[in-house]
């Protein structure tokens, strides 16, 4: 007689112990990378129908404990900023309006705090004119049948002290949805305390948009300072008022080139129609649309442009750092267009160098669609750099 086989369960159970080592292997590993990660930004609705003054009180209760410790770092910036003329001159020349100052004066009586003023808040709205500078990325991309996709960075390093631990300003982070008549209008990663708008999406209306604003190489609050003075707008506010109007892409496009801003800047914007997206540059006190119009870049099947990749500099000129040719070259390495879907564009944005330690969020929207997800700095470790690392052992994992 030949030899018995072995038993089939045998084997079975030297597997499923050796798979159950390591997943405990597995297990050591990535706790402490969910240990420290940072939770998704909390996310607030705001009610265009309140009385502006009552509009952002959720938020400041919810942030009301560390937010007078932002506002002791932004101090210190600002110091280092401005000088106290300087300082009175932007409050006597913000150009907000009633109803946005409302807004930050109710955000301010709910916090209700001495270290919370409404000048400081005020200021902290006018982040990018008083001349702090950050350094922001944006892609657009557009799939098979045209639809934009918009991929956004936003780097930020102001930080602040909290008792003797280290924070940053993406502690801060929001979600806001504004709201009118129960309908959302458009949705605001943000801050608190911001009422402004650096990055959004446009919900209702005609055409669907989406925009983002990215810190111009040349700001300078000095200068901002002077256009102010003259009329010029906060960006970040203008654009507030902009996407609450009942306008589509193109309008948008052609009101912000003939508006005069105190800051210079890059925009990025995609639209819901087939390769609507451009890319802006903002010059300082100008509102001659054809010169401005002239420096933007526009997605094209025409020209075969089927990407846009937006930094802190022109996009025609030398690059002063390697983010944007890093992207570029990421984009042309995927070997044909229209490869790209949501996923893959977060990836794209969470890719050094476009992703790196200043990284407060990640935002990946399509207007067309009202798709959108927005990823703080620390959610990463829990997602797609978790199934990133982890993605090469899963056979080895697989039971």
């Known amino acids: 007689m030949g030899s018995s086989p072995l038993p089939r369960h045998r084997s079975s159970v030297t597997y499923s112990s050796l798979y159950a080592r390591k997943m405990r292997c597995f297990a050591l590993f990535a706790l402490p990378l969910l240990a420290t990660a940072q939770l998704p930004a909390p996310e607030f609705q705001i009610d265009l129908d309140q009385p502006p003054h009552q509009r952002h009180r959720e938020v400041a209760q919810y942030f009301k404990e560390d937010y007078p410790n932002l506002m002791m770092g932004w101090e210190t910036t600002l110091q280092m900023l401005m000088s106290s003329e300087e300082r009175a001159e932007w409050m006597l020349n913000h150009n907000l309006g009633q109803e946005f100052m409302d807004e930050i004066r109710g955000f301010v009586e709910e916090m209700d705090h001495p270290k919370v003023t409404f000048e400081r808040v005020l200021l902290f709205n006018l982040i990018n004119e ?50 009118r008549n129960g309908v959302p209008v458009f949705n605001a990663p943000s801050w608190a305390g911001y009422i402004g708008l650096h990055t959004a999406l446009k919900l209702q209306g005609r055409h669907p948009w989406s925009f983002q604003q990215n810190t111009h190489y040349r700001n300078d609050g000095h200068a901002n300072l002077q256009a102010q003075k003259s009329g010029a707008m906060p960006l970040g506010l203008y654009m507030r008022r902009l996407i609450e109007e009942d306008v589509d892409f193109r309008t948008a496009v052609l009101k912000i080139e003939s508006t ?140």
Request: charged share 20%; net charge positive; glycine share 8%.
């Open 130 to 179: 008083v001349g702090y500078k950050s350094f922001c990325s944006g892609v657009l991309v557009t799939d098979p049948t045209g639809r934009v996709m918009h991929g956004r960075n936003l780097d930020f390093k102001l930080e602040y002290k909290s008792g003797r631990a280290h924070r940053h300003i993406g502690m801060m982070s929001t979600n806001l949805t504004y709201v």
């Open 260 to 399: 005069r801003f105190s800051a210079p800047a890059f925009v990025m914007m995609a639209g819901a129609a087939p390769w609507e997206g451009t890319s802006m540059e903002i010059t300082r006190n100008s509102s001659d649309t054809m010169a401005n119009l002239a420096k933007a870049q526009v997605l094209s099947p025409q020209i075969g442009r089927w990407f846009l990749v937006q930094t802190n500099d022109r996009p025609w000129g030398e690059a002063m750092d390697d983010r944007r040719p890093a992207a570029v070259e990421m984009l042309r390495l995927l070997g044909s267009p229209f490869v790209v879907d949501e996923e893959k564009m977060m990836e794209l944005m969470r890719s050094e160098p476009l992703f790196n330690k200043q990284t407060v969020l990640s935002l990946v929207t399509s207007p067309a669609t009202g798709y959108s997800q927005a990823l703080t700095h620390g959610e990463y470790g829990v997602g797609l750099e978790l199934l990133s690392k982890f993605r090469r052992f899963k056979v080895f994992l697989s039971p």
